[in-house]
């Protein structure tokens, strides 16, 4: 079974450029999570879809972040303008939607770093 | 809210030598618990959860926790441990099934010879 696949795995940009970020979570999971992950701190949610609906985007700078997942299968974040305190690993996870807790699956992660 | 404290950001030791891996918890809610393990250059895999039922959970490669709801920890013992055990350890707790993970700040393990 194939992993959660991200792309790209780093990138570097000038602060107030933009970027976006792709993730293709594990065949068949409806629900697919996006993290930040800063040096030195735990991953932090972003947001999360069930199927191609927004669950939670409380924590969602929206001013310069944006995110979607159209079909209900992949999914793009992006950020404009980037800024210093965007430097970071973007992670992305799925897992099955149920009751029972599902296990999260995390893809490699983007390292982004923003000069 | 919810909320993770692990308690060492670093932990050194050497080869077969025990070790503890500190987490606590904040919750007015019940909650579910896990430990996740990053290698280096590789991505967050899932150690151990509890979920519900006996406190004590095990993983395949020998490690183990202790779900304590008076003390709201969930720490994380090794009775020996090995090179290959180095990497960055993550508490987690989610407050429901389907939910995001809140995570601690991580503790990194260096095992030496």
């Known amino acids: 079974e194939a992993g959660v696949a991200q792309s790209p795995r780093y990138k570097i940009i000038e602060k107030r450029q933009s970027v976006a970020f792709w993730c293709n979570p594990i065949?068949?999971?409806?629900?697919l999570y996006w993290y930040q992950q800063i040096l030195g701190q735990g991953p932090k949610l972003l947001i999360q879809f069930q199927n191609n609906g927004v669950v939670d985007d409380s924590q969602l700078p929206k001013d310069r972040f944006s995110a979607e997942r159209l079909k209900g299968v992949d999914s793009t974040l992006k950020i404009q303008p980037a800024k210093l305190e965007d430097s970071a690993v973007y992670l992305c996870?799925?897992?099955?939607?149920?009751?029972?807790?599902?296990?999260?699956?995390f893809g490699p992660g983007t390292r982004l770093t923003v000069l | 809210a919810q909320s993770v404290t692990q308690l060492d950001s670093q932990v050194p030791v050497f080869e077969e030598a025990p070790v503890e891996l500190r987490c606590n918890y904040s919750s007015s809610v019940s909650v579910y618990l896990f430990w996740y393990v990053q290698y280096p250059n590789q991505g967050l895999q899932l150690l151990l959860k509890?979920?519900?039922?006996?406190?004590l959970v095990e993983s395949i490669n020998g490690f183990e926790a202790e779900f304590n709801k008076s003390q709201t920890s969930f720490h994380l013992r090794k009775p020996s441990v090995h090179i290959s055990d180095t990497a960055e350890y993550f508490c987690a707790v989610s407050v429901q099934a389907g939910t995001a993970l809140i995570f601690g700040k991580g503790t990194t393990l260096s095992v030496s010879s």
């Open positions: 996870a799925s897992n099955l939607a149920g009751g029972i807790f599902q296990e999260q699956f």
């Open positions: 065949s068949g999971h409806a629900t």
């Open positions: 509890y979920l519900s039922g006996s406190t």
